[in-house]
């Protein structure tokens, strides 16, 4: 099991920034991608961004050019640093990872932190 924990949400205004940490304990060896969703009040959980343990980034285009994923592997900790935030980025964000190997089919989340981006 993955035990994942998020932090850094909260409330900002339009043009602000803000940077959410997500830290993995547990069976972290078989982590291969960590990354970020988000949900929207009435709307389907979607991609944000994610990374591999090589680096590899992923982005949602809503996103591209304004937030940016990193990772501490020594730290099992993914960041995701979110600028130029609008208001239609109010979600709560969950903290994502996923396994390689014998663990591929493995699938973990965190419990979400709310991000409120006030216009």
């Known amino acids: 099991q993955v035990h994942l924990v998020e932090s850094g949400g909260g409330l900002v205004q339009a043009g602000g920034s803000l940077r959410l940490s997500c830290a993995a304990s547990?069976?972290?060896?078989?982590?291969?991608?960590m990354g970020w969703y988000r949900q929207a009040p009435g709307k389907q959980r979607e991609l944000v961004a994610t990374?591999?343990?090589?680096?590899?980034?992923n982005y949602a285009d809503a996103v591209k050019g304004r937030f940016t994923i990193s990772r501490d592997n020594t730290k099992n900790t993914v960041y995701l640093q979110m600028n130029s935030l609008k208001p239609e980025d109010t979600a709560v964000y969950y903290c994502?990872?996923?396994?390689?190997?014998?663990?591929?089919?493995?699938?973990?989340w965190g419990q979400g932190t709310l991000v409120t981006v006030s216009s």
């Open positions: 547990g069976r972290t060896f078989g982590i291969d991608a």
């Open positions: 994502n990872t996923k396994g390689v190997g014998i663990f591929r089919d493995d699938e973990f």
């Open positions: 990374i591999t343990s090589g680096g590899t980034t």
